[in-house]
């Protein structure tokens, strides 16, 4: 597959296709070789037009009590129908299923969070922008530290993130600090 960047990129994007005799289920290894370089990324197969993807919350049974920034993933399978850091955030902002939170899984984010935006740029920093409903009623240090965590831990799932800038209204100075 032929790579394509703008000239002296450090990054380029590429796809490759391949055809496998029998769908596999379960997770695998693709390894992606040029030259002396080599990068490995797991994938797990699943139905065709969705995606699996994890989503971070608190779970006092699990631990935490004493820990405000230690968050837990459940797993989602989500349509793939747009950009892959929107799909889980998304899903985060729809809190735990009901299953979900019978297994003890809350979260800390308020009811009505609204995202604006969210993408990467080319050194892997993801920056999610929300509405200032993301702060409505967030007081306390441990509060602020939980809903970080679930957001940070969310996006940071993906390999290729490299950090997470948090913005209220395209603004990230003093978002979400206690």
């Known amino acids: 597959a032929a790579v ?3 000239p002296g990129s450090k990054y380029g994007r590429f796809s490759q296709s391949v ?9 695998a290894a693709i390894t992606v070789t040029v030259g ?7 994938v797990v197969f699943g ?9 971070f919350f608190a779970n006092s049974r699990l631990g935490g009590s004493t820990d405000c920034s230690q968050v837990f993933g459940v797993e989602r399978s989500v349509a793939d129908s747009g950009p892959i850091y929107r799909l889980a955030l998304d899903e985060l902002i729809k809190g735990p299923t009901d299953s979900e939170k019978a ?11 609204v995202l604006r ?20 009623g967030v007081a306390g240090s441990c509060r602020v530290t939980a809903v970080r965590s679930q957001i940070e831990t969310t996006l940071k799932q993906f390999p290729e993130t490299r950090g997470v800038v948090i913005s209220v209204n395209g603004r990230s100075d003093g978002v979400l600090e206690p």
């Open 19 to 27: 055809a496998l005799s029998q769908t596999p289920e379960g997770e």
């Open 47 to 55: 139905t065709a037009g969705s995606v699996r993807i994890r989503v």
């Open 36 to 42: 002396a370089a080599s990068v490995e990324r797991h």
């Open 4 to 6: 394509v960047a703008d």
């Open 103 to 113: 297994q003890g899984y809350t979260s800390t984010l308020p009811k009505r969070t």
């Open 117 to 136: 935006s969210v993408a990467a740029d080319g050194d892997g920093v993801v920056r999610a922008d929300f509405t200032s409903s993301l702060q409505s």
